[in-house]
């Protein structure tokens, strides 16, 4: 149980274009979802937490128009990253949170890398 | 404010030999911790979890840790190491009490096993 896909695993784009990564929640309702960015070695980094059918709250320093985020339902998060350039290029993760329970379940992540 | 410091980048070694990754922490109040394991260009998986119930945490795949209070650490065993162990270890704790924190993410410490 408690699975979370992500969608692409990886994906390669021109600079300028706009790139969306699929989050889901195979088998559980995730009431919170998360999304995180990492560096080459580097530790996850919070960008933004979205509760379903809410607006998403962004970490300070996080572009809100550039890193757009939809929780449209209680399986599905979307992170779509306009106008990419080359230093948006990271591995994204989410996570997923269900009820009040404090575990969050991870996604296998999506490599991006913009040209 | 919540956080945690894994003492050390980086710890090697041999395949059969006890496994010890060090975590401290700092907390306002009582903390839910956790440790998850990435392996490379991969996800996060939940090794084991302590919520305020027993201070020895079993978790998966042979780990356990031991919540100690009095030395706010939360250290990371394994009695004997296996090579498919070889990965990023990351001690995280929740940044409120009770259910509803974000995960504030150790620095990582990466595990070596050599055959």
């Known amino acids: 149980g408690a699975v979370v896909s992500q969608h692409p695993s990886w994906v390669i784009c021109k600079s300028g274009t706009s790139v969306k990564i699929e989050c889901r929640s195979l088998?559980?309702?995730?009431?919170?979802m998360f999304w995180y960015r990492q560096f080459p070695k580097q530790s996850l980094m919070l960008m933004a937490t979205?509760?379903?059918?809410?607006?998403?709250?962004?970490e300070q320093g996080v572009e809100k128009d550039k890193f757009l985020i939809n929780h449209a339902s209680l399986t599905l998060s979307t992170l779509t990253v306009t106008s990419a350039h080359p230093e948006d290029s990271s591995f994204y993760i989410c996570?997923?949170?269900?009820?009040?329970?404090?575990?969050?379940?991870f996604g296998p992540g999506t490599r991006l890398t913009v040209l | 404010a919540q956080s945690v410091t894994q003492l050390d980048s980086h710890v090697s070694v041999s395949e059969g030999t006890p496994v010890l990754l060090r975590c401290n922490y700092s907390?306002?109040?009582?903390?839910?911790l956790f440790w998850y394991v990435q392996h490379p260009n991969k996800g996060l998986q939940l090794l084991l979890k302590?919520?305020?119930?027993?201070?020895l945490v079993k978790g998966i795949n042979g780990f356990e840790a031991e919540f100690k209070k009095s030395e706010t650490s939360f250290h990371l065993t394994k009695p004997s190491a296996h090579m498919s162990d070889a990965a990023e270890y990351f001690c995280?704790?929740?940044?409120?009490?009770?259910?509803?924190?974000?995960?504030?993410f150790g620095k990582g410490t990466k595990l070596s096993v050599k055959p």
């Open positions: 996570s997923a949170r269900y009820g009040t329970r404090d575990t969050q379940y």
């Open positions: 995280v704790v929740s940044d409120q009490g009770g259910s509803q924190g974000n995960l504030i």
């Open positions: 907390s306002s109040y009582s903390p839910s």
């Open positions: 979205s509760n379903e059918g809410s607006k998403a709250t962004y």
């Open positions: 302590y919520t305020s119930a027993a201070t």
């Open positions: 088998d559980f309702q995730a009431t919170t």
